[in-house]
C-alpha cells in the first residue's frame, strides 16, 4: 500500500507560479512511476505529466509544456509540480499518483493504482 500526500495548492493571479508537493509513505517509493493529474469541475480527469523512477524521462500534457515542471527526490520520498506561466484555465483539483508497474510510463489514469486526496489550484484572471 502506498499513501500520497499533497500539498501547496491555493489561489494565485494568472502569470503567477505554485509549486506541488506530494509526499509518498509505505512501498518503495523510488520503484515508482509517479504522475500528476487534474481535475476541473464538470470536466474527466486529464494526464498532467509524469516522471519515471529514477527522474531521467519526464512526459507533458502539451498545453503545460514549458510551464509545467515535474521533479522527484528519492530520498525524500516526494515528487513536485513546478508550474509557472498559471492560466485560468490551470484551475482544478490536482492529484498525485503512483503506478506500481515497474518501467512503465503511462498517460491514463487507469495505470496509476494509487492515489491522492487532490489539492485546490484556482488560477484568477
Known amino acids: 500500500q502506498v499513501h500520497l500526500v499533497e500539498s501547496g495548492g491555493g489561489l494565485v493571479q494568472a502569470g503567477g507560479s505554485l509549486r506541488l508537493s506530494c509526499a509518498a509513505s509505505?512501498?518503495?517509493?523510488?520503484?515508482?512511476?509517479m504522475g500528476w493529474f487534474r481535475q476541473a469541475p464538470g470536466k474527466e480527469r486529464e494526464f498532467v505529466a509524469a516522471i519515471n523512477w529514477s527522474g531521467d524521462s519526464t512526459y507533458y500534457l502539451d498545453s503545460v509544456k514549458g510551464r509545467f515542471t515535474i521533479s522527484r527526490d528519492n530520498a525524500k520520498n516526494t515528487v513536485y509540480l513546478q508550474m509557472n506561466s498559471l492560466k485560468p484555465e490551470d484551475t482544478a483539483v490536482y492529484y498525485c499518483?503512483?503506478?506500481?508497474?515497474?518501467?512503465?510510463?503511462?498517460?491514463?489514469?487507469?495505470?496509476?493504482?494509487?492515489w491522492g486526496q487532490g489539492t485546490q489550484v484556482t488560477v484568477s484572471s
Open positions: 499518483a503512483a503506478d506500481q508497474v515497474v518501467g512503465r510510463v503511462s498517460r491514463m489514469t487507469d495505470r496509476y493504482a494509487y
Open positions: 509505505g512501498r518503495t517509493f523510488r520503484d515508482f512511476t
